[in-house]
C-alpha cells in the first residue's frame, strides 16, 4: 500500500494516496472509455451540471461499450480499508462502495459545483491524468465566512501563501496536486467542481465511487 495522505481541507477529513497502475487492468479500462467517448462526446442522459462525456445512471445504456471495473473492485476494497484505518475508525467497520460514475473530459467540458448525496463518502480516481494540461478537482469553501473575509481582510491569503491546506479555511476555493493514479477520498458533502478542460490531445477520465458505512 502507497503512502495515503491526509490534508484538512476547510475542516473536512481529505485522504489521498496512488494506486497502482499494474494492480489491475487499467489499459482495457481506458480503452473502453475512449470507444464509447468516440460514439458520443457528450453522453450525459442524467446531466450533472456542465458538459462531459459520463456514465451515471447510464452504465446499462445498450449504445454503448459496457467497461469492466471486476480488476478494480479489489483494489479499491483494499485502499478504503487503509483509508479508514488513516482516519482512527474501528477495523471492525463495514462499509459497502460502489463505482457511480466514470467521466471523460476533452476541451471545453466542465463540471458544475456539486455534492454526492446519499452517501457518507466519496472517492475520485484519477484514471487518466496530465497535470500539465488537466485541471484538477476544485472543492469549495462553504463555511459561511467564505464569501466576505477577502473583503474584510484583503491581504489575508496574500499573507498564508496560499500552499499550505492547512489554511484552506481562509479561500473560497482550493485544489490539491493531483496526478495520474492518484485516488482521492472525501466526505460526500464536500462541494466540488470541475473547471473548463483545455485539452484537445489527451481526455482527462476519473473514476468515481460512493462509499456507505454501515
Not at 483494499?78 to 476541451?107: K, Q, W
Amino acid at each position: 500500500m502507497n503512502l495515503i495522505k491526509n490534508t484538512p481541507l476547510f475542516g473536512f477529513p481529505v485522504t489521498s494516496t496512488k494506486i497502482d497502475s499494474k494492480s489491475y487492468n487499467k489499459k482495457s479500462i481506458i480503452s473502453a472509455i475512449e470507444k464509447n467517448f468516440k460514439l458520443n462526446k457528450t453522453r450525459n442522459k442524467y446531466p450533472l451540471g456542465g458538459v462531459a462525456h459520463h456514465a451515471y445512471r447510464d452504465f446499462d445504456n445498450p449504445k454503448y461499450h459496457k467497461v469492466n471495473f471486476d480488476t478494480l473492485v479489489p483494489v479499491y476494497k483494499e485502499v478504503l480499508h487503509a483509508m479508514f484505518d488513516s482516519m482512527g475508525l474501528p477495523s471492525t467497520l463495514r462499509f459497502e462502495f460502489r463505482i457511480v460514475n466514470y467521466t471523460c473530459m476533452s476541451n471545453s467540458h466542465y463540471l458544475t459545483p456539486h455534492l454526492h448525496t446519499g452517501a457518507d463518502f466519496t472517492a475520485v480516481h484519477y484514471i487518466q491524468f496530465d497535470k500539465k494540461y488537466h485541471t484538477p478537482t476544485v472543492f469549495e469553501n462553504t463555511l459561511p465566512h467564505a464569501d466576505y473575509l477577502n473583503h474584510l481582510r484583503p491581504k489575508l491569503t496574500k499573507i498564508l501563501g496560499g500552499k499550505d491546506a492547512r489554511h484552506s479555511w481562509a479561500y473560497v476555493n482550493w485544489s490539491l496536486d493531483i496526478e495520474e493514479d492518484d485516488f482521492c477520498f472525501l466526505p460526500a458533502y464536500l462541494k466540488h467542481k470541475v473547471e473548463t478542460q483545455t485539452s484537445k490531445n489527451k481526455n482527462r477520465i476519473t473514476i468515481t465511487l460512493n462509499i456507505y458505512l454501515e
